[in-house]
């Protein structure tokens, strides 16, 4: 396999055309980069604004209240959040298995859905986004994708193929994420089941079509001997930008990928993290009344909890500055910022720079026009929504 190391300025321009085509000033002391079979393998040392990010996060406001007197004020596990052109919210709801909507500030409007099978109706729905037009709202929901108006109305729906479930690990692996391409296509993660120990390709997502067909998988997974290290190891988080390209924030490897519209790998990006990345079996006791068992079960180390490509085509990936306990909670910690960072990745897979987390629970985030949505959806129970100041 043929290796090229690129250490010199003179190798950003015809490597990095995202920052000669924006004109701005790339310190390549600050990350080398490794061309491997004609991929660009980009390790970041450090951001290339260290001391002063060209973004703050502004709180504007809350939706949701604890103790809300109405149920209009109450939010039933938020799960995801989405912004509508003219700048009303939509909020899914997991427990509550609906939609609510409200306006810019933050004023109930309507809500839709319903616990149910039916056409329009939710399980147990934990994702939301909304095509390039704004125009279609796609709800995943256990295993099936909704399409709907944003007022409600049921377009369509289709069960994509599922891999092996049963375990958290599973869970998690299948539920981390749903992003849209042009042309109606849903990207989820690809069916696990077909990663067999015959050598042939572990893919980590697939595109699917309106009617549920897979139109192509890409994306290579970290091989693991053990089925469940796999999973959990190549759980992902993944977002598209405005030219069909899709971005991939590994949840426990120190791996940012980028993926052209045919499902080719465009770059691979790592960066400085304040800890060891460890992937490894460990006997776990599991106690079941007054039955006691020892299972090996994976041991990872938490590296981001999320990324959301914004207007500008930069990925924003929520990434951990310390590691969690067992629970993925950081009970002793009363600042978040000192559990997690915003860092921002320009087009090449550069850091920029790096945003403070706010001081706020935080299970997921999304980014649409200027705005920031952080859901908390176990401390308050509750959508933040924050104005992404500055240059962006």
Same mark, same amino acid.
């Given at each position: 396999?043929?290796? @090229?190391?690129?250490?010199?300025?003179?190798?950003?321009?015809?490597?990095?055309?995202?920052?000669?085509?924006?004109?701005?000033?790339?310190?390549?002391?600050?990350?080398?980069?490794?061309? *491997?079979?004609?991929?660009?393998?980009?390790?970041?040392?450090?951001?290339?604004?260290?001391? $002063?990010?060209?973004?703050?996060?502004?709180?504007?406001?809350?939706?949701?209240?604890?103790?809300? /007197?109405?149920?209009? !004020?109450?939010?039933?596990?938020?799960?995801?959040?989405?912004?509508?052109?003219?700048?009303?919210?939509?909020?899914?709801?997991?427990?509550?298995?609906?939609?609510?909507?409200?306006?810019?500030?933050?004023?109930?409007?309507?809500?839709?859905?319903?616990?149910?099978?039916?056409?329009?109706?939710?399980?147990?729905?934990?994702?939301?986004?909304?095509?390039?037009?704004?125009?279609?709202?796609?709800? $995943?929901?256990?295993? +099936? %994708?909704?399409?709907?108006?944003?007022?409600?109305?049921?377009?369509?729906?289709?069960?994509?193929?599922? #891999?092996?479930?049963?375990?958290?690990?599973?869970?998690?692996?299948?539920?981390?994420?749903?992003?849209?391409?042009?042309?109606?296509?849903? %990207?989820?993660?690809?069916?696990? $089941?077909? =990663?067999?120990?015959? #050598?042939?390709?572990?893919?980590?997502?697939?595109?699917?079509?309106?009617?549920?067909?897979?139109?192509?998988?890409?994306?290579?997974?970290? /091989?693991?001997?053990?089925?469940?290290?796999?999973?959990?190891?190549?759980?992902?988080?993944?977002?598209?930008?405005?030219?069909?390209?899709?971005?991939?924030?590994?949840?426990?490897?120190?791996?940012?990928?980028?993926?052209?519209?045919?499902?080719?790998?465009?770059?691979?990006?790592?960066?400085?993290?304040?800890?060891?990345?460890?992937?490894?079996?460990?006997?776990?006791?599991? /106690?079941?009344?007054?039955?006691?068992?020892?299972?090996? =079960?994976?041991?990872?180390?938490?590296?981001?909890?999320?990324?959301?490509? !914004?207007? !500008?085509? /930069?990925? =924003?990936?929520? @990434?951990?500055?310390?590691?969690?306990?067992?629970?993925?909670?950081?009970?002793?910690?009363?600042?978040?910022?000192?559990?997690?960072?915003?860092?921002?990745?320009?087009?090449?897979? %550069?850091?920029?720079?790096?945003?403070?987390?706010?001081? *706020?629970?935080?299970?997921?985030?999304?980014?649409?026009?200027? +705005?920031?949505?952080? %859901?908390?959806?176990?401390?308050?129970?509750?959508?933040?929504?924050?104005?992404?100041?500055?240059?962006?």
């Amino acid at each position: 396999m043929k290796r @090229t190391l690129y250490l010199i300025p003179m190798a950003v321009a015809a490597f990095f055309p995202a920052a000669c085509r924006h004109n701005s000033g790339i310190d390549a002391s600050k990350f080398t980069v490794e061309i *491997v079979a004609g991929i660009r393998h980009i390790a970041n040392k450090s951001p290339q604004l260290k001391d $002063a990010p060209p973004v703050t996060l502004q709180l504007i406001g809350k939706i949701g209240e604890l103790e809300g /007197r109405e149920d209009k !004020d109450i939010l039933y596990d938020p799960v995801d959040a989405a912004r509508l052109p003219n700048g009303d919210i939509l909020v899914l709801e997991g427990n509550g298995s609906a939609v609510k909507r409200f306006n810019k500030d933050h004023h109930f409007l309507s809500s839709f859905g319903r616990k149910g099978a039916g056409p329009g109706d939710f399980a147990s729905p934990y994702l939301l986004r909304l095509d390039g037009e704004r125009k279609k709202l796609y709800v $995943a929901d256990g295993r +099936r %994708i909704s399409r709907l108006s944003p007022e409600g109305s049921f377009i369509g729906s289709f069960m994509p193929r599922s #891999g092996p479930g049963g375990s958290s690990i599973s869970d998690q692996y299948q539920t981390s994420g749903l992003a849209l391409l042009s042309g109606s296509r849903v %990207i989820l993660p690809s069916n696990a $089941a077909a =990663w067999d120990g015959s #050598g042939g390709p572990r893919f980590l997502l697939s595109i699917y079509n309106e009617a549920g067909e897979i139109i192509r998988s890409f994306g290579n997974a970290e /091989r693991y001997d053990d089925l469940a290290m796999q999973l959990n190891a190549n759980v992902v988080y993944f977002s598209t930008d405005g030219d069909d390209n899709t971005c991939v924030s590994f949840a426990f490897q120190n791996r940012i990928d980028k993926y052209s519209s045919d499902g080719t790998l465009v770059y691979s990006s790592s960066r400085h993290l304040p800890y060891e990345i460890k992937t490894e079996m460990r006997l776990l006791l599991f /106690r079941s009344g007054s039955v006691e068992r020892k299972f090996p =079960w994976p041991s990872v180390t938490s590296v981001s909890k999320g990324c959301f490509v !914004d207007r !500008d085509n /930069r990925l =924003w990936v929520l @990434t951990f500055l310390k590691q969690p306990d067992e629970s993925g909670r950081f009970d002793d910690e009363k600042d978040m910022a000192r559990c997690y960072e915003f860092e921002v990745f320009d087009a090449d897979g %550069i850091l920029q720079f790096v945003v403070p987390c706010p001081n *706020v629970g935080i299970s997921r985030f999304s980014i649409y026009d200027d +705005r920031m949505y952080i %859901i908390d959806s176990k401390r308050e129970s509750c959508v933040y929504e924050f104005k992404i100041a500055g240059k962006i």
